[in-house]
Structure formats: C-alpha cells, structure tokens
C-alpha cells in the first residue's frame, strides 16, 4: 500500500466571537493556554481522511462550509483548535491570490524568494528560471513589481513555480477559477501529466466537470462537517443533486387552483419499481370523485426542473385501468431513455377526463449514478467520423 502522505484526524477549528466587550482579551487567555472556546464559530467540525502518494482528492462545498480554513491547516497557515494534520513529503500550496508574494518586488524577485524557501537556490534555481518564466507567460511583467499585476498574472506566476518544483502534495484552491482559457488548459494538461507520473492532488474546485476530470475521490464539506467522502463521480453528482435541488425550492410557485375543482381527482399512490441507467418502471393509482375515467400525466426532470420528457394517457390513446367504484391504476415503463448521471424527478399528474386540466400532481425523487462527463441531460447516440 502507498505511503500517506496527508493524514487529517478528527480536525476541528473554532474561531472566538471578538464582537462584545473582553471577548479579545478572553480569546487570547484561551489561545495562550490551549482552551478552545466553548461559544465560538465552528468552522471544522471532526474532519478525519487520508490522502496517499500518487492519489488526487478534492474537496467541494458552497462557500463557507470551511474548505479555505481545512487548506490552511493542511498547508500549516493555520493550527486546529482539535485534531492534527499530519504531512509527509513536500507541498506546493496555491491558496490565496498573491500569498507569499511581496507586493514591492519584482515577479523574478518573488520567484527567487519562492523558490528559495522551497529549497530551490543557486544553480539549480537559474537552470529552471527560462522554464519558469516561459509556462507563466507574462512578458515584460516579470520584471515589474507584484503590486502592479492584476490577479490571473499572480495566479500564473505562483503555478509556473510550482511546475518547477513538482511537489510531492500540490494543493490548489480555485486556482483554474481565474486567468484566460488558454492559461487554464495549460494548467489543466501540465495537472494531468504531474498525476501521471504519480503526484499527489488536493484539489479545491467548485467546477464539478474539473473534480470528475482530475480526480479521484472528493470530500464535500457542509457547514463544517464532512457530508460524504468517496469516488468523485459520485460525491459530484450528490452535489450537483443538493444544488439543483436547492435551486428548484427557491424558485418553486404556489400553482393556484379553484376552490371547485380542488381533490376532484387526485393521485393516490406512485411507486417507483425499477429504475436506472436503462430505464424506469413505475406504477400508481389515482381517485376519481365523480367516478369518471381520468387521465394521467407522466414526466421526468432534472431535480431543478428542467423538463426531460413527458407524456399523457390521452396522448398515448391508453386508458388507466377501474379496479374499483372511482378508483383507477396505472402502470408505465420508460426504456432506453439514456438519462446522464444526475438527479432526477419524476411526475404524475392527475388530469380530468378530457385530458385538459391538472386536478393533483404527486413527485417521487432518484438518482441515475455512474461515471460519465457528458454534458447536458441524455445520451444522444453518435460517432465520431
């Protein structure tokens, strides 16, 4: 089994409530005698994972959920209130825009100075100076001061020293978020050969097409806390599913409907039997309060509420089965339907006979897994020529 090279135990980071009176003059007594604060923000809760050699992790998580303070820690900017971060090897860390660069000095001067705290001075610094200066690409600039730069020259300087030092843990935070498209294909290609020739990734994205691409596990942090850790394809599509979801609620409208009309049919029962890459069997039964024959609704969207399909009994010239005095059922499989991994829903509305008006909708959630980076809803079938 490969060596740890990073090992988080049970982490934990609580910053002290500075606003009332004292509470600075408290929280450095606290800090001064190792007494985490009992009162404070919880920006880490138990936070415990491995990351060995040759291995890519990412971490994911809506802003503030702690991922910024987690990195810190690991690159030891920061100490854990609870826990430790253990480190083997070492580690390049693009954290923060222009950290570690004096904003006076020049980009050849910050590189030496980098480059020389990473043990890389003399000789050796000169000999990888052409090639340093050639992957960032900034011109003239490099020879003027740092406080001069806008904030994608920052990020290519810092990244063009770290693909001359070639860590043994490079740790990135939303390093390809910023700079032109053509600086982050650069990074993105150079990432993929570092972690073929067996580097170790940490990778902080909020891009989930990049966490599926450069790595293979991920951490999604969540307040805090750790909500789930596993392949990135599925933490990913977990994620995406929260988001989508999260979205459909703030968006989601009240529909009206008339006092009149309210329950004279109504979905009584969907179950969802089968379900997965290939397809979806479903069945349900609807009430019928004046025992006429109704109609139904089927229709899959994204958890969003993008429409992916949707059909009707009256469409389809079928009609929904009485088994008793107003009550009927129905039964439906979609096959071959070639749905992308993601989060779905799926719909059934009860509609009157005549197929025209929506009386009661009912909602049933899944989940499509697997491992592709296709992009949009379904699988279209193709071939490249």
Known sequence: MSEVLLGIHHVGKVYPRIGRHGAGVTALLRLLLARPSGDGFVALDDIDFTVRR????????????????????????????????????????????????????????????????????????????DEIIAFADIGEHIDAPIKTYSSGMVVRLGFALVTALKPDLLITDEVLAVGDESFQNKCIAWMERYLADGGTLLLVSHSLYH?????????WLDHGRMRMIGASHDVAIAYQAFHEAKQANAKATAVAVDSPALGQYAVTDLVIDRCDAEGVTMHGAIKSRDGRRPQVALGIVRIDGTPVYGTTSEIDGVTVQETAAGAFEFALTFSDWRLLPGAYRLRAHALDPEGMRVYDTVERDFTIGGDSRELGLVRLPHRWH
């Open 211 to 219: 966490v599926k691409k450069l790595t293979q596990r991920a951490v």
């Open 54 to 129: 040759g291995e890519s992790l990412a971490l994911v998580g809506e802003n503030g959920a702690g991922k910024s303070t987690l990195l810190k820690i690991i690159a030891g900017v920061l100490q854990p209130t609870t826990g430790h971060a253990a480190r083997t090897g070492t580690v390049g860390a693009l954290l923060e825009l222009g950290a570690g660069f004096h904003p006076e000095y020049t980009g050849r001067e910050n590189l030496k100075l980098a480059a020389a705290l990473q043990g890389l001075t003399g000789s050796a610094f000169d000999a990888r100076l």
